[in-house]
């Protein structure tokens, strides 16, 4: 028991486009204004999580051949909200999912060496993957790339970026104004990539950023994701929030570091995670049965349904009982441009699995939808959600959790005044930030020291 | 004289580095190790501010800057090196209130969808207050950074290689405009609803595909971000001659013109006028913004010396796609008058020396206008468009 306490790491997702997020509460307010993120990031700051995270559509949401209206649609530009969030923060890390399918490496790669310049240090990328025809109609690439491609493009893309930060070292510029020297080096920036994916070379125009690279987070699951994450990422942002799930998900990807030469340390497992508080955890029960009452509506349990049945069910009652008929088994799917598709694997056998859980129950169609869809994590009172946050942590299930708060842009707002001043009683959460970069907070090193270790050690 | 009073004048003011003379960085005032922090740009654009501009553009490219016109060089006596213009606007919105914002876009390597939702998203950042100055490139070197697309060598702007080439980068680049304004008005107005009795968040009716379709590219749509306060943000450019003035005259709100005298101004007025009439655009505000290098002093003598000092320090005399103007904001301000007989109807003043003759605009050059009833004494206007005297665009989606 003489192990020391985990820091538990806390970061802040800006509730998105999906029916977690209520925007029918008389609380919630807008999704696009810039005062909505401004309000959010301050909370994140004030509370001293990590970073404040951002994901990013790129086509909107379509089921049934039509754009889908049940839930929050739209949002700004990442980049750009980001960089205007880093004027109404000092310390908090700013993390934004960029697409590697639909961008190009040296454009990517100067957006985010200049958030980093911009921020004084304190950008990240989650490194995100796509493929299909769908997203590519918005684009000049098109839907062009084989799903088998889409990690050796993801890989070569993030492999690329580096090559392109590396391409400056830090001591270029002189700015002598007297000799008139501004650069050292007259082939600063200089650069040539022959891969697969990209064939590029010239000269990067932003100069080496405090952090020298963004911190780079990869969201994906497959055996695959795993190991690109191993290989490449500082975080994973993952999505098994139970005790169980989570411990599996945490030994199986911080084993597969040491291929790489890394050390455990040197990838954080962050998943999401949603929570509702009340004053008791009586109260905040019964409060999350309400929140998720709102979150699926009648219509909405319908769609969700046709996620798995893969057909138009829209002349059932979401009161009424499951289909008999079962889920129809296509390349073509009702629902496009959502992930959640993807996870049914067989829809046959969840079909049959549902069936059986609603006559077992008693439930309806929208019963069944609030029960096995996305629950709230964690549930209780202040000092029930700091513990149990801690037990996960200590545990090993995670290295801390990217919350997802169900209101925008107050959400947030209890989480930080009630259950962060628990974790900092316990001595597990930071009273204050100690650095000022985002690489800091989450306990990695400079890419330039990692860089002089690895020599040192060699 | 007229017995109405002319025109009030509209200033705008680019930024570029320390400044757009090659030797500004070497002046005390310069700050030449603050350039990629945000606190330096931050400083300049609250000056402008101060000064009451319409707005401020910032320089942009996809590859290190050159003192050759159409390839890289290898100099390490200029400054190297620049942030993507579009964050640091949106770093500095939250920083200011007023002034307009409008970042440099290259068009020939970028996605019109990508840059759609990022003006989209500045203009939702600072109130009303995008723009975009969209441009084209054609360097070969800026090519291979990308690798999608390779792009001949040329030696000039002039030869039959070299017309064919722009001919295709500025359609292209029209398309791209195209395609961002579509993207703009893809959400009506009123789409976010937020029914609660039907549960819908949107009316689905008020969302359009743009369904572009070019000869270099087509964009399905709708924008993911919803349309913009301003529903159209500014779009400008820099035009130089009858291919790019088409550019300006069918998909600009301001056009930005290098003349040398207020004879050429009225040439290159009467060409772009005549390009928006055949364009179907004569009943829509388009402004011809006049660029000036400004070198501002006390005197002209002064102003002079200034320059002689800078083009010593660079090695070279200072020449320019625009006039260069050295002397005195009294000065400056006779021959903005002047310009502005010929059609003009603004300015884009490239100060020499940022932080130099930038201060020199918004604490000599304004005052003296506003003496002279040429230039507003406060902000009058919310938006950018309402600081142009542009009306807010209805939706071309939008059932009328």
């Given at each position: 028991?003489?192990?020391?306490?985990?820091?538990?790491?806390?970061a802040a997702h800006f509730p998105g486009v999906n029916n977690t997020t209520v925007w029918s509460d008389p609380a919630a307010g807008s999704h696009i204004e810039?005062s909505s993120f401004?309000h959010f990031?301050?909370t994140a700051?004030?509370?001293?999580?990590?970073?404040l995270f951002l994901a990013?559509g790129?086509?909107l949401r379509e089921q049934g051949?039509q754009i889908y209206d049940l839930d929050v649609v739209g949002r700004p530009?990442?980049?750009?909200?980001?960089?205007?969030?880093?004027?109404?923060?000092?310390?908090?890390?700013?993390?934004?999912?960029?697409?590697?399918?639909?961008?190009?490496?040296?454009?990517?790669?100067?957006?985010?060496?200049?958030?980093?310049?911009?921020?004084?240090?304190?950008?990240?990328?989650?490194?995100?993957?796509?493929?299909?025809?769908?997203?590519?109609?918005?684009?000049?690439?098109?839907?062009?790339?084989?799903?088998?491609?889409?990690?050796?493009?993801?890989?070569?893309?993030?492999?690329?970026?580096?090559?392109?930060?590396?391409?400056?070292?830090?001591?270029?510029?002189?700015?002598?104004?007297?000799?008139?020297?501004?650069?050292?080096?007259?082939?600063?920036?200089?650069?040539?990539?022959?891969?697969?994916?990209?064939?590029?070379?010239?000269?990067?125009?932003?100069?080496?950023?405090?952090?020298?690279?963004?911190?780079?987070?990869?969201?994906?699951?497959?055996?695959?994701?795993?190991?690109?994450?191993?290989?490449?990422?500082?975080?994973?942002?993952?999505r098994?929030s139970t005790?169980?799930?989570?411990?599996?998900?945490?030994?199986?990807?911080?084993?597969?570091?040491?291929?790489?030469?890394?050390?455990?340390?040197?990838?954080?497992?962050?998943p999401a995670a949603t929570f509702v508080l009340g004053d008791t955890d009586q109260e905040a029960a019964e409060l999350a049965r309400e929140v998720r009452r709102q979150q699926v509506s009648g219509a909405t349990a319908i769609k969700h349904l046709e996620f798995v049945w893969?057909?138009?069910l829209s002349a059932y009652d979401p009161e009424g009982p499951l289909p008999?008929?079962?889920?129809?088994?296509?390349?073509?799917?009702i629902s496009?441009g959502r992930a959640q598709v993807?996870m049914y694997?067989?829809?046959?056998?969840?079909?049959?699995?549902w069936?059986?859980l609603a006559?077992?129950n008693k439930w309806s169609i929208r019963d069944l939808v609030i029960h096995t869809g996305n629950r709230q994590t964690f549930i209780g009172s202040p000092?029930t959600v700091?513990?149990t946050i801690?037990?996960?942590?200590?545990?090993?299930?995670?290295?801390?959790f990217i919350l997802v708060p169900h209101i925008t842009p107050g959400g947030l707002d209890p989480f930080a005044d009630k259950v962060?001043?628990?974790?900092?009683?316990?001595?597990?959460?930071?009273?204050?930030?100690?650095?000022?970069?985002?690489?800091?907070?989450?306990?990695?090193?400079?890419?330039?020291?990692?860089?002089?270790?690895?020599?040192?050690?060699? | 004289?007229?017995?109405?009073?002319?025109?009030?004048?509209?200033?705008?003011?680019?930024?570029?580095?320390?400044?757009?003379?090659?030797?500004?960085?070497?002046?005390?005032?310069?700050?030449?190790?603050?350039?990629?922090?945000?606190?330096?740009?931050?400083?300049?654009?609250?000056?402008?501010?101060?000064?009451?501009?319409?707005?401020?553009?910032?320089?942009?490219?996809?590859?290190?800057?050159?003192?050759?016109?159409?390839?890289?060089?290898?100099?390490?006596?200029?400054?190297?090196?620049?942030?993507?213009?579009?964050?640091?606007?949106?770093?500095?919105?939250?920083?200011?209130?007023?002034?307009?914002?409008?970042?440099?876009?290259?068009?020939?390597?970028?996605?019109?969808?990508?840059?759609?939702?990022?003006?989209?998203?500045?203009?939702?950042?600072?109130?009303?207050?995008?723009?975009?100055?969209?441009?084209?490139?054609?360097?070969?070197?800026?090519?291979?950074?990308?690798?999608?697309?390779?792009?001949?060598?040329?030696?000039?702007?002039?030869?039959?290689?070299?017309?064919?080439?722009?001919?295709?980068?500025?359609?292209?680049?029209?398309?791209?405009?195209?395609?961002?304004?579509?993207?703009?008005?893809?959400?009506?107005?009123d789409a976010e609803i937020r029914d609660a009795a039907t549960g819908r968040f949107i009316d689905r009716?008020k969302l359009?595909?743009?369904?572009?379709?070019?000869?270099?590219?087509?964009?399905?749509?709708?924008?993911i971000?919803p349309?913009?306060?301003?529903?159209?943000?500014?779009?400008?450019?820099?035009?130089?001659?009858?291919?790019?003035?088409?550019?300006?005259?069918?998909?600009?709100?301001?056009?930005?013109?290098?003349?040398?005298?207020?004879?050429?101004?009225?040439?290159?007025?009467?060409?772009?006028?005549?390009?928006?009439?055949?364009?179907?655009?004569?009943?829509?505000?388009?402004?011809?913004?006049?660029?000036?290098?400004?070198?501002?002093?006390?005197?002209?003598?002064?102003?002079?010396?200034?320059?002689?000092?800078?083009?010593?320090?660079?090695?070279?005399?200072?020449?320019?796609?625009?006039?260069?103007?050295?002397?005195?904001?009294?000065?400056?301000?006779?021959?903005?008058?002047?310009?502005?007989?010929?059609?003009?109807?603004?300015?884009?003043?490239?100060?020499?020396?940022?932080?130099?003759?930038?201060?020199?605009?918004?604490?000599?050059?304004?005052?003296?206008?506003?003496?002279?009833?040429?230039?507003?004494?406060?902000?009058?206007?919310?938006?950018?468009?309402?600081?142009?005297?542009?009306?807010?665009?209805?939706?071309?989606?939008?059932?009328?």
């Amino acid at each position: 028991m003489s192990k020391p306490l985990k820091q538990i790491h806390l970061a802040a997702h800006f509730p998105g486009v999906n029916n977690t997020t209520v925007w029918s509460d008389p609380a919630a307010g807008s999704h696009i204004e810039f005062s909505s993120f401004a309000h959010f990031a301050r909370t994140a700051e004030r509370a001293k999580f990590d970073f404040l995270f951002l994901a990013e559509g790129l086509r909107l949401r379509e089921q049934g051949g039509q754009i889908y209206d049940l839930d929050v649609v739209g949002r700004p530009d990442t980049f750009t909200v980001l960089a205007a969030l880093a004027a109404v923060t000092d310390r908090l890390g700013l993390t934004g999912t960029i697409n590697s399918t639909f961008n190009e490496p040296y454009e990517v790669a100067r957006q985010f060496a200049s958030l980093d310049h911009l921020s004084g240090g304190r950008s990240a990328w989650n490194v995100v993957t796509s493929w299909d025809a769908f997203t590519g109609e918005n684009f000049r690439r098109g839907g062009f790339l084989p799903q088998e491609e889409r990690y050796s493009r993801a890989k070569e893309f993030l492999a690329t970026a580096h090559e392109l930060f590396d391409s400056w070292h830090g001591d270029e510029i002189l700015a002598d104004q007297a000799t008139g020297t501004f650069l050292r080096d007259a082939r600063a920036g200089a650069f040539v990539h022959r891969g697969q994916h990209f064939d590029i070379h010239g000269r990067f125009n932003v100069p080496r950023s405090p952090q020298g690279r963004p911190v780079v987070f990869q969201a994906g699951d497959s055996e695959q994701g795993r190991e690109f994450a191993a290989s490449s990422a500082d975080a994973i942002f993952s999505r098994y929030s139970t005790l169980k799930e989570g411990q599996a998900f945490y030994t199986d990807v911080k084993s597969r570091l040491a291929a790489y030469g890394r050390r455990p340390d040197q990838l954080l497992i962050l998943p999401a995670a949603t929570f509702v508080l009340g004053d008791t955890d009586q109260e905040a029960a019964e409060l999350a049965r309400e929140v998720r009452r709102q979150q699926v509506s009648g219509a909405t349990a319908i769609k969700h349904l046709e996620f798995v049945w893969n057909r138009d069910l829209s002349a059932y009652d979401p009161e009424g009982p499951l289909p008999d008929v079962d889920p129809v088994v296509a390349e073509e799917h009702i629902s496009r441009g959502r992930a959640q598709v993807r996870m049914y694997r067989d829809p046959v056998a969840i079909a049959r699995e549902w069936r059986q859980l609603a006559e077992a129950n008693k439930w309806s169609i929208r019963d069944l939808v609030i029960h096995t869809g996305n629950r709230q994590t964690f549930i209780g009172s202040p000092a029930t959600v700091a513990r149990t946050i801690n037990d996960f942590v200590q545990a090993d299930a995670s290295d801390g959790f990217i919350l997802v708060p169900h209101i925008t842009p107050g959400g947030l707002d209890p989480f930080a005044d009630k259950v962060v001043p628990l974790l900092q009683e316990q001595g597990v959460f930071r009273a204050d930030y100690e650095g000022t970069t985002l690489r800091d907070h989450l306990g990695l090193a400079h890419p330039d020291e990692a860089r002089a270790a690895e020599r040192a050690a060699s | 004289m007229s017995s109405t009073s002319p025109a009030p004048l509209h200033l705008a003011v680019a930024l570029d580095g320390t400044g757009w003379h090659p030797a500004s960085w070497r002046e005390p005032v310069a700050r030449p190790r603050d350039l990629f922090t945000a606190g330096y740009w931050a400083d300049l654009i609250t000056e402008a501010e101060r000064g009451l501009l319409d707005f401020v553009t910032l320089e942009d490219d996809l590859g290190p800057q050159s003192s050759r016109l159409l390839a890289p060089d290898e100099r390490t006596d200029q400054v190297r090196g620049r942030l993507d213009a579009v964050l640091i606007a949106s770093r500095v919105a939250p920083l200011t209130r007023h002034i307009g914002l409008v970042p440099t876009v290259v068009a020939t390597h970028t996605e019109p969808f990508h840059i759609s939702k990022a003006i989209a998203t500045l203009d939702h950042v600072s109130g009303g207050r995008a723009g975009v100055r969209v441009r084209t490139t054609f360097r070969p070197d800026e090519a291979a950074h990308f690798g999608r697309r390779t792009i001949p060598q040329i030696d000039g702007f002039d030869g039959p290689g070299a017309q064919e080439l722009i001919t295709e980068l500025f359609d292209e680049a029209a398309d791209y405009v195209e395609v961002v304004r579509r993207l703009w008005d893809s959400w009506e107005d009123d789409a976010e609803i937020r029914d609660a009795a039907t549960g819908r968040f949107i009316d689905r009716d008020k969302l359009h595909y743009i369904d572009f379709e070019g000869r270099f590219f087509s964009v399905k749509g709708p924008s993911i971000t919803p349309r913009p306060p301003q529903g159209q943000p500014l779009v400008t450019a820099l035009a130089h001659r009858t291919v790019p003035y088409r550019l300006v005259a069918r998909r600009a709100d301001v056009g930005y013109v290098t003349p040398q005298d207020a004879d050429g101004a009225r040439a290159v007025v009467a060409e772009i006028r005549a390009e928006q009439e055949a364009a179907g655009r004569a009943d829509e505000t388009l402004h011809v913004f006049g660029d000036l290098v400004v070198l501002l002093d006390d005197s002209r003598a002064e102003a002079e010396a200034r320059r002689d000092r800078l083009d010593t320090l660079a090695g070279e005399p200072y020449t320019s796609d625009a006039r260069i103007f050295t002397g005195t904001a009294a000065e400056l301000a006779d021959l903005l008058e002047e310009f502005a007989e010929g059609g003009l109807t603004g300015f884009r003043l490239r100060p020499a020396v940022a932080g130099h003759d930038l201060p020199r605009i918004t604490r000599d050059l304004v005052p003296e206008l506003q003496r002279r009833r040429r230039f507003r004494d406060a902000y009058e206007a919310g938006t950018l468009r309402g600081l142009l005297g542009l009306a807010r665009p209805a939706n071309r989606y939008a059932a009328a």
